[in-house]
């Protein structure tokens, strides 16, 4: 029997994440982790390898049709696809063996296979390789961060290959000719870029009327007209009803109208928790209606010393959630104290242009019935915008108005990945949109269309 402080269960952002804090607060941790490579579905299959394509991919568009707009002429422009992949694969591998020189430098003890409770402070280490045999680890804590899978259709008839989830599409082995996606969140447009890009022809089929749910309307519009005019066919209000192989190709039904073919399908209409058999029955803890484990405002469940964070509890499915929240329960379990502010975690989609947002979305303020004052500021004022020569999108800011305190920051444009971390700063800190205005910004940086868009809430921005 292995005896530790605390035992994490998954090595994801989350879970990793937490193992480190609790060592640098002196437990002793344990992390069990059945994949052979730390980092979780972020690291390996998810976050990181999407961004290695979208980067190469987004090279090889600019390279194709913009280079010669800066005078670069490079001749013809080829697509190498098995390099593309592999560097892919590099930049994985470099990563995730980025977290076990940190486990290592932590102490944190591995234990490579499946971990399922078996009573209170109790999990047993199953699957192990080469069936070594379960491996029983007792410990005061766990923390469940077993994180999430992809959420299957039904009649959608996944064989992992012509069929298939995000994994699959990270690797196509050819540019399909035709693909066809499954929802319009951030996979199916992240993934349907990189493809589109890289020569296919994509159509997205979103059940609902528009684009990105969750993401401020106007923004996901602007998206909209954006991924319409690189190519990528948009059919809204189509419910999928069933997909399957059909001979070297797969057929996609859709709901009142003919079915469609296409050489791959890619299912990205959500994830799901993964809580099945991980021995939550033991210590009674039942998951809710969407297989989440609940949870309290300090992560732990209902069984005692038993606490679980990221994808399988409530909240949005990001990486940085995850990580956040695993700082925050151990900290509260080692010092007391431990909070993650819910009101200030962005949300990023790492399409060309990148849309991110923070706070809240106007949708949300009309439905609280909040009275707010709008800042918007477009990119095409931007300075740093036009010598990058990417002048699409906008910043708008979401002000309180009476009190001028950022609500909401949205962004649609160059690098709105990184510039939502000033918006995010910001709405922590309980910033006025005045506050933000009067901050020195450097110039030329994208940076400056926060401020104006900042002065734009008091309607003095400068450069509009
Ligand atoms: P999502 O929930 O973001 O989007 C799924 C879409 O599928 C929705 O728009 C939904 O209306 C649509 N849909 C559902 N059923 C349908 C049907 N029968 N026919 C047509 N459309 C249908 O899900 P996702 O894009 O799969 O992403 C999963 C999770 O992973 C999300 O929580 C997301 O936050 C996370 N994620 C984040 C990032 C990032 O931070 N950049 C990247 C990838 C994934």
């Avoid at 080469?130 to 992809?150: F, H, M, N, R, W």
């Avoid at 296919?200 to 996901?220: K, S």
């Avoid at 975690?345 to 019935?369: D, H, M």
């Avoid at 020195?440 to 868009?453: D, R």
Wanted: glycine share 12%; hydrophobic share 40%; with cysteine.
């Amino acid at each position: 029997m292995g005896h530790h402080d605390l035992i994490v269960i998954g090595a994801g952002p989350g879970g990793y994440v937490a193992a480190i804090r609790a060592a640098q607060l002196g437990l002793n941790v344990a992390c069990v982790e059945q994949e052979p490579a730390l980092g979780g579905t972020c690291l390996r299959v998810g976050c990181i390898p999407s961004k290695a394509l979208l980067e190469s991919s987004e090279r090889f568009a600019e390279a194709r049709a913009e280079l010669k707009n800066h005078g670069v002429v490079a001749g013809d422009i080829g697509l190498d696809l098995a390099t593309m992949l592999r560097r892919k694969d590099q930049v994985v591998g470099l990563n995730t063996k980025g977290i076990d020189a940190l486990f290592k430098k932590n102490k944190i003890t591995r234990y490579l296979g499946r971990g399922r409770l078996a009573g209170p402070g109790r999990v047993d280490v199953i699957e192990t390789p080469k069936g070594a045999g379960p491996t029983e680890l007792q410990a005061k804590y766990v923390i469940i961060a077993t994180g999430s899978k992809s959420a299957p259709l039904r009649s959608v008839e996944l064989d992992y290959d012509r069929i298939g989830t995000s994994t699959e599409a990270l690797a196509y082995p050819a540019v399909p000719k035709r693909l066809v996606v499954i929802g319009a969140g951030y996979i199916g447009l992240e993934l349907g870029s990189v493809w589109r890009r890289l020569g296919a022809q994509v159509t997205v089929f979103e059940y609902l009327d528009r684009i990105l749910p969750g993401t401020d309307a106007d923004i996901a519009a602007e998206a909209l007209k954006l991924f319409k005019r690189q190519g990528l066919e948009f059919r809204l209000g189509a419910r999928v009803t069933g997909a399957r192989k059909n001979g070297l190709g797969c057929i996609v039904e859709l709901e009142g109208v003919e079915p469609i073919g296409c050489d791959r399908v890619l299912l990205a209409v959500g994830r799901v928790p993964n809580t099945d058999d991980l021995g939550l029955e033991t210590v009674g803890i039942k998951p809710d209606a969407k297989g989440r484990i609940p949870v309290d405002d300090h992560f732990a469940t209902t069984a005692p010393g038993i606490f679980a964070i990221g994808d399988v509890i409530r909240g949005p499915m990001l990486a940085h959630k995850a990580e956040d929240e695993g700082i925050a329960c151990v900290e509260h379990i080692v010092t007391g104290y431990g909070h993650v502010n819910y009101d200030a975690i962005p949300g990023v989609c790492y399409t060309e242009p990148e849309i991110a947002g923070v706070g809240r979305t106007e949708e949300q303020l009309k439905a609280e019935g909040r009275a707010y004052r709008t800042g918007v500021f477009h990119f095409r004022g931007n300075g740093r915008a036009r010598a990058l020569g990417h002048i699409d999108g906008k910043v708008k800011i979401l002000a309180d108005a009476q009190t001028d305190r950022i609500l909401g920051v949205h962004i649609i444009g160059p690098r709105a990945g990184d510039l939502i971390a000033e918006a995010a700063v910001a709405i922590e800190f309980g910033a006025s949109s005045e506050d933000l205005a009067r901050c020195s910004h450097a110039h030329p940086t994208l940076a400056e269309a926060l401020k104006e868009a900042a002065l734009a809430v008091d309607a003095r921005a400068i450069h509009a």
